[in-house]
Protein backbone atom coordinates (compact mmCIF):
# COMPACT_ATOMS: atom_id res chain seq x y z
CA UNK A 1 0.00 0.00 0.00
CA UNK A 2 1.60 3.52 -0.95
CA UNK A 3 1.68 6.46 1.05
CA UNK A 4 -1.38 8.36 -0.19
CA UNK A 5 -3.48 5.35 0.50
CA UNK A 6 -2.06 4.71 3.88
CA UNK A 7 -2.74 8.40 4.60
CA UNK A 8 -6.55 7.55 3.23
CA UNK A 9 -7.29 4.89 5.15
CA UNK A 10 -6.15 5.99 8.75
CA UNK A 11 -6.78 9.50 8.46
CA UNK A 12 -10.35 10.63 7.42
CA UNK A 13 -10.02 14.62 8.16
CA UNK A 14 -12.96 16.37 7.19
CA UNK A 15 -11.14 18.68 4.53
CA UNK A 16 -9.56 17.25 1.62
CA UNK A 17 -5.60 17.30 2.45
CA UNK A 18 -4.90 15.26 -0.59
CA UNK A 19 -4.04 18.30 -2.35
CA UNK A 20 -0.88 18.80 -3.49
CA UNK A 21 0.11 22.73 -2.42
CA UNK A 22 3.71 23.19 -1.12
CA UNK A 23 5.33 20.25 -2.67
CA UNK A 24 4.19 16.92 -4.93
CA UNK A 25 2.76 14.74 -1.81
CA UNK A 26 0.10 14.79 0.38
CA UNK A 27 -0.50 17.89 3.10
CA UNK A 28 -0.42 15.51 6.21
CA UNK A 29 -2.98 16.06 9.01
CA UNK A 30 -0.92 18.78 11.28
CA UNK A 31 0.71 20.36 8.66
CA UNK A 32 -2.44 20.97 7.15
CA UNK A 33 -4.10 22.87 10.81
CA UNK A 34 -0.67 24.58 10.87
CA UNK A 35 -1.23 26.25 7.74
CA UNK A 36 -4.42 27.16 8.45
CA UNK A 37 -3.77 28.66 11.38
CA UNK A 38 -0.72 30.85 9.70
CA UNK A 39 -3.47 32.30 7.21
CA UNK A 40 -5.58 32.82 9.78
CA UNK A 41 -3.25 34.93 11.39
CA UNK A 42 -2.30 37.06 8.56
CA UNK A 43 -5.88 37.23 7.95
CA UNK A 44 -6.17 39.08 11.08
CA UNK A 45 -2.91 41.20 10.78
CA UNK A 46 -4.09 42.45 7.71
CA UNK A 47 -7.74 42.97 9.01
CA UNK A 48 -6.49 45.20 11.87
CA UNK A 49 -3.95 47.08 10.19
CA UNK A 50 -6.44 48.10 7.14
CA UNK A 51 -8.67 49.35 9.85
CA UNK A 52 -5.98 51.55 11.40
CA UNK A 53 -5.45 52.69 7.96
CA UNK A 54 -8.72 53.06 6.89
CA UNK A 55 -11.03 53.01 9.42
CA UNK A 56 -12.78 49.99 7.86
CA UNK A 57 -13.00 46.82 8.55
CA UNK A 58 -12.67 44.97 5.13
CA UNK A 59 -13.43 41.64 5.75
CA UNK A 60 -16.57 42.03 7.41
CA UNK A 61 -19.00 41.80 3.99
CA UNK A 62 -21.98 41.39 6.53
CA UNK A 63 -21.45 44.83 8.10
CA UNK A 64 -20.77 46.34 4.93
CA UNK A 65 -23.55 45.86 3.51
CA UNK A 66 -25.61 45.96 6.66
CA UNK A 67 -23.62 49.92 6.22
CA UNK A 68 -24.64 50.16 3.05
CA UNK A 69 -28.57 49.83 3.97
CA UNK A 70 -27.99 52.22 6.89
CA UNK A 71 -26.36 54.29 4.85
CA UNK A 72 -29.29 54.47 2.07
CA UNK A 73 -31.62 54.78 4.76
CA UNK A 74 -30.06 58.44 5.53
CA UNK A 75 -29.62 59.28 2.23
CA UNK A 76 -25.80 59.22 1.90
CA UNK A 77 -25.11 57.63 -1.69
CA UNK A 78 -21.08 57.99 -1.59
CA UNK A 79 -20.73 55.55 1.41
CA UNK A 80 -23.49 53.43 -0.34
CA UNK A 81 -21.73 53.17 -3.55
CA UNK A 82 -18.18 53.04 -1.16
CA UNK A 83 -19.40 49.68 0.52
CA UNK A 84 -20.74 48.02 -1.86
CA UNK A 85 -18.11 48.12 -4.13
CA UNK A 86 -15.88 46.60 -1.45
CA UNK A 87 -18.18 43.87 -1.83
CA UNK A 88 -17.84 43.45 -4.69
CA UNK A 89 -14.12 43.95 -5.04
CA UNK A 90 -14.17 40.99 -2.64
CA UNK A 91 -16.49 38.95 -4.66
CA UNK A 92 -13.91 39.88 -7.60
CA UNK A 93 -10.49 38.89 -5.60
CA UNK A 94 -12.07 35.58 -4.71
CA UNK A 95 -12.81 34.42 -8.29
CA UNK A 96 -9.51 35.65 -9.38
CA UNK A 97 -7.88 33.51 -6.79
CA UNK A 98 -9.76 30.33 -7.89
CA UNK A 99 -9.48 31.18 -11.37
CA UNK A 100 -5.59 31.31 -11.21
CA UNK A 101 -5.85 27.73 -9.32
CA UNK A 102 -8.40 26.48 -12.00
CA UNK A 103 -6.04 27.66 -14.86
CA UNK A 104 -2.82 26.15 -12.90
CA UNK A 105 -4.68 22.80 -13.70
CA UNK A 106 -5.50 23.71 -17.00
CA UNK A 107 -2.09 23.82 -17.41
CA UNK A 108 -1.06 21.27 -15.66
CA UNK A 109 0.91 23.30 -12.69
CA UNK A 110 1.00 22.03 -9.49
CA UNK A 111 1.13 25.00 -7.51
CA UNK A 112 -1.91 27.43 -8.52
CA UNK A 113 -2.50 27.75 -4.76
CA UNK A 114 1.53 29.05 -4.31
CA UNK A 115 0.25 31.12 -7.46
CA UNK A 116 -2.61 32.42 -6.20
CA UNK A 117 -0.68 33.53 -2.50
CA UNK A 118 2.22 35.01 -4.41
CA UNK A 119 -0.05 37.39 -6.71
CA UNK A 120 -1.75 38.43 -3.26
CA UNK A 121 1.51 39.30 -2.05
CA UNK A 122 2.15 41.43 -5.26
CA UNK A 123 -0.96 43.19 -4.77
CA UNK A 124 -0.67 43.64 -0.98
CA UNK A 125 2.99 45.38 -1.43
CA UNK A 126 1.45 47.61 -3.98
CA UNK A 127 -1.24 49.06 -1.36
CA UNK A 128 1.51 49.36 1.14
CA UNK A 129 2.74 51.54 -1.52
CA UNK A 130 -0.82 53.04 -2.14
CA UNK A 131 -1.03 53.56 1.44
CA UNK A 132 2.19 55.90 1.74
CA UNK A 133 0.32 57.94 -0.51
CA UNK A 134 -2.57 58.18 1.41
CA UNK A 135 -0.62 60.66 3.66
CA UNK A 136 -0.70 63.56 0.79
CA UNK A 137 -3.68 62.91 -1.35
CA UNK A 138 -6.67 61.43 0.63
CA UNK A 139 -8.59 60.88 -2.53
CA UNK A 140 -6.67 57.88 -2.50
CA UNK A 141 -8.66 56.42 0.43
CA UNK A 142 -11.27 54.66 -1.90
CA UNK A 143 -9.13 52.78 -4.32
CA UNK A 144 -7.00 51.86 -1.19
CA UNK A 145 -9.97 50.28 0.38
CA UNK A 146 -11.24 48.25 -2.64
CA UNK A 147 -7.96 47.00 -3.15
CA UNK A 148 -7.60 45.53 0.36
CA UNK A 149 -11.15 43.91 0.38
CA UNK A 150 -9.69 42.33 -3.37
CA UNK A 151 -6.99 40.90 -1.11
CA UNK A 152 -9.23 39.99 1.50
CA UNK A 153 -11.25 38.00 -0.56
CA UNK A 154 -8.28 36.38 -2.47
CA UNK A 155 -6.63 35.04 0.90
CA UNK A 156 -9.71 33.60 2.10
CA UNK A 157 -10.61 31.83 -1.16
CA UNK A 158 -7.00 30.13 -1.20
CA UNK A 159 -8.17 27.89 2.03
CA UNK A 160 -11.47 28.08 1.76
CA UNK A 161 -10.86 25.86 -2.22
CA UNK A 162 -7.72 24.16 -0.13
CA UNK A 163 -10.06 22.96 2.52
CA UNK A 164 -13.13 21.97 0.84
CA UNK A 165 -14.88 25.25 2.58
CA UNK A 166 -13.98 23.51 6.52
CA UNK A 167 -11.59 26.78 6.92
CA UNK A 168 -12.31 30.44 5.69
CA UNK A 169 -8.99 32.21 7.65
CA UNK A 170 -10.94 36.00 7.05
CA UNK A 171 -14.62 35.20 8.43
CA UNK A 172 -14.66 34.18 11.96
CA UNK A 173 -18.11 34.24 11.89
CA UNK A 174 -18.65 31.13 10.46
CA UNK A 175 -15.71 29.51 12.49
CA UNK A 176 -17.06 30.61 15.45
CA UNK A 177 -20.59 29.42 14.89
CA UNK A 178 -19.22 25.56 13.89
CA UNK A 179 -17.35 25.97 17.11
CA UNK A 180 -20.65 26.32 18.84
CA UNK A 181 -21.99 23.58 16.89
CA UNK A 182 -19.90 20.95 18.27
CA UNK A 183 -20.34 22.66 21.67
CA UNK A 184 -23.49 21.93 21.85
CA UNK A 185 -22.74 18.16 21.38
CA UNK A 186 -20.43 18.26 24.16
CA UNK A 187 -22.76 20.26 26.84
CA UNK A 188 -25.48 17.59 25.63
CA UNK A 189 -23.89 14.62 26.25
CA UNK A 190 -22.76 15.78 29.46
CA UNK A 191 -25.70 14.55 31.22
CA UNK A 192 -25.84 11.19 31.96
CA UNK A 193 -29.67 10.76 30.93
CA UNK A 194 -29.42 12.04 27.80
CA UNK A 195 -29.88 9.28 25.50
CA UNK A 196 -26.49 8.42 22.46
CA UNK A 197 -27.59 9.52 19.47
CA UNK A 198 -26.09 7.48 16.61
CA UNK A 199 -26.09 9.92 13.91
CA UNK A 200 -24.53 12.94 16.20
CA UNK A 201 -21.01 12.30 17.58
CA UNK A 202 -18.59 15.38 18.80
CA UNK A 203 -16.27 16.09 16.43
CA UNK A 204 -13.50 16.76 18.73
CA UNK A 205 -10.27 17.99 16.12
CA UNK A 206 -12.91 20.00 14.65
CA UNK A 207 -13.36 21.90 17.89
CA UNK A 208 -9.52 22.19 18.27
CA UNK A 209 -8.95 23.27 15.05
CA UNK A 210 -12.14 26.52 15.02
CA UNK A 211 -10.85 27.23 18.76
CA UNK A 212 -6.88 27.56 17.10
CA UNK A 213 -8.51 29.66 14.25
CA UNK A 214 -10.22 32.34 16.54
CA UNK A 215 -7.04 32.53 18.37
CA UNK A 216 -4.81 32.82 15.54
CA UNK A 217 -6.75 35.39 14.34
CA UNK A 218 -7.04 37.24 17.35
CA UNK A 219 -3.59 36.87 17.74
CA UNK A 220 -2.44 38.43 13.93
CA UNK A 221 -4.75 41.40 14.99
CA UNK A 222 -2.98 42.07 17.74
CA UNK A 223 0.30 42.09 15.59
CA UNK A 224 -1.22 43.64 12.81
CA UNK A 225 -2.36 46.89 15.34
CA UNK A 226 0.98 46.98 16.69
CA UNK A 227 2.99 46.56 13.43
CA UNK A 228 0.55 49.53 11.42
CA UNK A 229 1.40 51.52 14.89
CA UNK A 230 4.82 51.02 14.41
CA UNK A 231 6.22 51.17 10.62
CA UNK A 232 3.15 52.08 8.97
CA UNK A 233 2.42 50.52 5.96
CA UNK A 234 5.59 48.87 6.09
CA UNK A 235 3.93 46.16 8.40
CA UNK A 236 2.05 44.82 4.64
CA UNK A 237 6.33 43.44 3.98
CA UNK A 238 6.41 40.98 6.76
CA UNK A 239 3.00 39.48 5.07
CA UNK A 240 4.02 40.04 1.62
CA UNK A 241 7.57 37.82 2.80
CA UNK A 242 5.31 35.06 4.63
CA UNK A 243 2.61 34.71 1.30
CA UNK A 244 5.83 34.61 -0.64
CA UNK A 245 7.45 31.88 1.49
CA UNK A 246 4.73 29.79 1.57
CA UNK A 247 4.24 29.79 -2.46
CA UNK A 248 7.25 29.27 -3.36
CA UNK A 249 7.43 25.51 -2.58
CA UNK A 250 4.85 24.59 -5.11
CA UNK A 251 6.25 27.55 -7.72
CA UNK A 252 9.65 26.01 -7.40
CA UNK A 253 8.22 22.30 -7.93
CA UNK A 254 6.96 23.23 -11.04
CA UNK A 255 9.59 25.50 -12.36
CA UNK A 256 11.79 22.47 -11.87
CA UNK A 257 9.36 20.22 -13.62
CA UNK A 258 9.04 22.23 -16.56
CA UNK A 259 12.99 22.88 -16.97
CA UNK A 260 13.58 19.25 -17.05
CA UNK A 261 11.28 18.77 -19.79
CA UNK A 262 12.73 21.64 -21.18
CA UNK A 263 16.16 20.07 -21.24
CA UNK A 264 14.76 16.97 -22.05
CA UNK A 265 13.27 17.95 -25.20
CA UNK A 266 16.16 19.94 -26.62
CA UNK A 267 18.67 17.42 -25.84
CA UNK A 268 15.81 14.79 -28.08
CA UNK A 269 16.15 17.57 -31.00
CA UNK A 270 19.66 17.87 -30.84
CA UNK A 271 20.27 14.03 -31.38
Not at 21 to 27: R, T
Not at 38 to 56: E, K, P, Q, Y
Not at 135 to 147: E, R, V
Not at 234 to 257: C, E, M, N, Q, R
Request: hydrophobic share 50%.
Amino acid sequence: MNRRARFKRHHTPFWQADKPYLHDSPISDGRFRALGYVMALLAGAINAGGFFALARYVSHVTGEISYAADMAYVGEWYAVAVSLLGVVFFVLGAAHANWTVLWAKRQRFRSGYGLSLWLEAVYLLLFGLLGMALIDHSLLLPPALLLLSFIMGMHNTVMTVLSGGAIRSTHMTGTATDLGIELSKVLYYRRSSNPKLPDVAVNRPKMKLFTGLIAAFFLGGLLGAWGYHRVGYHFTLPVAAVLFWFGFGSIGYDIKIRLRIYLADRKRKQK
